[in-house]
């Protein structure tokens, strides 16, 4: 079974930094290329990174463009998102998968950035 266990998520001011971490499995990992995903309640689910399967791609959604960077570790079955200057706009819950339309969504690890 495929599963998807995010982490890292925490309450960070205005300008810090977190960096979150999802743990996959029941899939090949390094066959697939990756994503972060996040949502506000309420609004739809907005994709916000991508990495290819060896790492050596990357892109991202332009608010974030500059300030977080994707990464993933095939030996691990990791993915990380190193996120800076964060803003109270990045305040959601981030989820990491395959593609957006999965079936199987991890419970996600909530960022809260706030003063």
């Known amino acids: 079974q495929v599963q998807f266990v995010e982490s890292g998520g925490g309450l960070v001011q205005p300008g810090g930094s977190l960096r979150l971490s999802c743990a996959a499995s029941?899939?090949?990992?390094?066959?697939?290329?990756m994503n972060w995903y996040r949502q506000v309640p309420g609004k739809e689910r907005e994709w916000v990174a991508a990495?290819?399967?060896?790492?050596?791609?990357?892109s991202y959604v332009e608010s974030v463009r500059g300030r977080f960077t994707i990464s993933r570790d095939n030996t691990k079955d990791m993915m990380y998102l190193q996120m800076n200057s964060l803003k109270p706009e990045d305040t959601a819950v981030y989820y990491c998968?395959?593609?957006?339309?999965?079936?199987?969504w991890g419970k996600g690890t909530l960022v809260t950035v706030s003063s």
């Open positions: 998968n395959k593609n957006f339309f999965a079936e199987y």
């Open positions: 029941g899939f090949t990992f390094s066959r697939s290329a």
């Open positions: 990495v290819s399967t060896a790492g050596d791609s990357t």
